[in-house]
């Protein structure tokens, strides 16, 4: 397989690495430079390694091995495991380590992984540091804080990715906004009977209320908002009308469940659904005869269906990695795609929303997509 000028240069860059990452967008191939690096060093290789690569869902196991499947040098000079994060095996010590979504590398049970490996490690991750400096300086260190970085500004510009374009929406929400202040008041009152001892320092009172401020507002402002519900349907069914392949992210599986039932011919996706449905939805949707999918965090990372072109936020948050992970589901090239639409949401019921929505059009502003 021809490999692109930036693939060759990340490529060059593992093998010639005992321990580092690649940086690179969703749709910039960080699986088959991988699997191309671990190749072209087994080429040079004398004997038979033993390769394990690290993921985080069923999914990206099934991505790995047909990427590594391409190669002949690999099944006949390989010792090779692919196994999820959550069953990684101990105990074992591979001449090379790839970890996938390796910003989840902080974490312990990753960590723990990662540290009994003496040998060479490689990560890849669109987003491997985030806000938490604790895990960044975890994940630097495990990596010998060795980096290399594809833009993605330029992998649009020479065509490899779709442009994206930010579509905003305001939805009336007077009636959320009076529904959630009664409902904090409750969450609080409930919380000073059950828990008084949390109230009794300024610093652990303005915790507590503002944690019951949270969860009124995510409830009734995002997962239980029958007005915003109405325009996200309203949104995914005209995308479906139009033709386009349409994903609805959602931070809830009950409010997934609700949307599902508003938007005919839609299927929910979540992690605990059961790999085989999951496996038979997901091949719907990429190959055409499903047009809409709506999930959790199942498809937030690693998801590979180039068709999507569409992305409806229907959650909240403001975590950058989250927001560049999830966008970049419609940002891989295909055939005729020109750009990914992102629909999200002024959220103007609540303060803490208001702040979520602005960080996020923050968000966007530093990749440079068009709103």
């Known amino acids: 397989m021809q490999q692109r000028e930036y693939q060759q240069k990340a490529i060059a860059f593992l093998t010639r690495s005992k321990r580092g990452i690649i940086q690179a967008p969703a749709g910039a191939g960080k699986t088959h430079i991988a699997a191309s690096a671990l190749a072209v060093c087994l080429y040079k290789r004398q004997g038979v390694a033993n390769v394990e690569i690290m993921v985080n869902t069923i999914e990206q196991v099934d991505q790995m091995q047909t990427a590594c499947d391409r190669f002949e040098i690999i099944s006949e000079k390989a010792n090779l495991q692919i196994y999820c994060a959550a069953g990684a095996p101990t105990g074992t010590y591979p001449d090379l380590l790839i970890v ?74 007077d009636d959320a906004a009076n529904a959630i202040e009664k409902h904090t008041k409750e969450l609080i009152e409930k919380r000073r009977k059950k828990m008084p001892w949390m109230f009794r320092t300024d610093d652990g009172s303005q915790k507590q209320i503002n944690q019951c401020k949270w969860q009124a507002a995510q409830r009734l402002g995002i997962w239980e908002n029958e007005n915003r519900d109405a325009h996200i349907a309203l949104i ?30 839609s299927e929910l996706v979540f992690s605990k659904m059961g790999a085989k449905k999951r496996r038979e939805v997901i091949a719907r949707f990429r190959d055409g005869s499903l047009r809409c999918m709506i999930g959790t965090s199942a498809i937030e990372e690693g998801f590979d269906a180039p068709v999507a072109n569409v992305i409806i936020m229907a959650g909240c948050g403001r975590s950058e990695r989250k927001t560049i992970q999830s966008t970049g589901r419609v940002l891989r090239p295909h055939d005729g795609k020109l750009c990914g639409i992102i629909h999200d949401f002024r959220d103007e019921c609540h303060s803490m929303l208001q702040r979520q929505s602005r960080s996020r059009w923050r968000i966007y502003k530093q990749l440079n997509y068009s709103q």
Request: charged share 25%; hydrophobic share 40%.
């Open 236 to 265: 995914a069914k005209q995308n479906i009308e139009a033709g386009n392949h349409t994903i609805v992210l959602i931070g809830s599986i009950d409010h997934g469940k609700r949307l599902a039932d508003a938007i005919p011919g």
């Open 100 to 173: 996938d979504e390796c910003h989840r590398a902080g974490a312990p049970g990753w960590a723990y992984k990662i540290k009994q490996c003496q040998s060479a490690i490689w990560g890849l991750s669109a987003t491997p540091f985030s806000a938490d400096e604790e895990r960044n300086a975890c994940v630097s260190k495990l990596f010998d804080d060795n980096v290399h970085t594809i833009d993605r500004s330029d992998l649009v510009d020479h065509g490899h990715l779709a442009k994206a374009k930010v579509v905003w929406h305001d939805v009336p929400n």
